[in-house]
């Protein structure tokens, strides 16, 4: 029953999302979202509303890659926390792959977003706080939890699917069949309190120590990681150090959440992982550590493609006008956390 709530509390959720988008494209004029895109605007910056798209966007795709590239050791991981035995063959390494990429790229885009708006709310209110101080610090972590639970949350019937195809070996439409006959929609928000314990921790761990480890990386390699041309790969690298470390000291939490969306009594999948809490932790580590490099390489990669995209685009739309200069570049200094 409590998952029947959960739906419609993310259904109302995204219903107010979208009238309330569509409320402002009606205040901004003819045109709607293309607005934004109108040769009108030529000489301006782009709009801070517009880089929260990239950002968006980016993250999916930078989630999609990363989960599909890693999902093999997704496979391992799942498989190692249930309790049952590994694939016998290449195919069953792909089974859930799906899924689990349409999941992971949704849950980081919507993270960064999210992570993104709070802590700028947080900027507005740092007149409250010293800056550097333990009220600043847990805001800011607390901040960073719920971006991260609350992009769980939404992806939590992604990820029961593909656990559940990756434990019993089935396609995705069997997968959803099965499990609603198990216990209805509900059923397919199992394990979202952990979930949401276990991803908020992990998330807030992870984002608030991320720019702390690219300083120190810049400061030990000035000349590559220091460097613009080292975006990229002070991205992979601070992402799967974090990753991978918070990923370990969240295993336990995760054991419970994979074991009951696989179908093992709440309390019982509780003792089974408190019994061993690092069961399956090596993949898990190895994966989430991939997965979190990856994210935060190609994040750079994707949101610069989007950049030089919508610039041309906008060049193009403008070439048509005889005023207005040309849109200005976006450059960011840091990753936009």
Partial sequence: MSGMYVLGGIIAVLVFLVLRNNLRHKRAGEG?????????????????????????????????????????????????????????????????????????????????????????????????????????????????????????????????????????????????????ELGGIGRFFNGIGFGVFRKSAANGIMLQTIGHVKTALKKASPDWLGKDSGKAALGFISGSLTGAFAEVMTNHPDQVKTMTQTGVPMMEALVIATKNPFRGALWAGIRKGAIRGINWGCLEIFMAMIENSYRKFRKLAASTTKTGERVSEFTRETTPM
């Fill in 32 to 180: 709607g979202f293309f607005r934004s895109f109108s040769p009108w605007e030529e000489g301006k910056d782009i709009k801070p509303s517009v880089k929260q798209q990239f950002m968006f966007w980016g993250g999916v795709m930078a989630g999609i890659s990363s989960a599909a590239i890693t999902h093999q050791l997704d496979v391992m991981k799942t498989c190692r926390q249930v309790g049952v035995p590994l694939p016998d063959s290449f195919h069953g390494y792909l089974v859930g792959c799906v899924m689990g990429s349409v999941a992971q790229g949704a849950r980081f885009g919507v993270t960064l977003v999210l992570n993104s708006t709070l802590q700028k709310k947080l900027d507005s209110w740092e007149k409250s706080f010293k800056k550097g101080s333990c009220s600043q610090i847990v805001v800011a972590f607390c901040f960073s939890m719920l971006a991260g639970g609350i992009g769980e949350m939404m992806t939590n019937p992604l990820g029961v699917i593909k656990n559940y195809q990756i434990a019993n070996n089935l396609g995705i439409v069997a997968s959803a069949q099965a499990l609603y």
